[in-house]
């Protein structure tokens, strides 16, 4: 029987706020355009900069270099 796999890494707020903001503003859009509510230009606005804020904070958050445990050698194993 395999082992359990283990837990996952706790999240810290910024990242959580990012994630709503990516999916919360077209579910805002989404929900106010199916319910034909009338949309102001400033919730427009709003709802697409959460999007776009949240897609950014996740890119500039992941970061570009190798994981911290990968050693000195990072090639391929033969």
Known sequence: MPEPPPPLPKVDLTTKLAWVALFGGPAYLLVAAMSGWD???????TAVAAFIGGF?????????GPPNDSGWDD???I
Not at 39 to 45: D, I, N, S, T
């Open 75 to 77: 090639g391929a194993v």
């Open 39 to 45: 949309m102001q230009g400033w919730a427009l606005f």
């Open 56 to 64: 950014v904070a996740l890119v500039v958050r992941m970061g570009d």
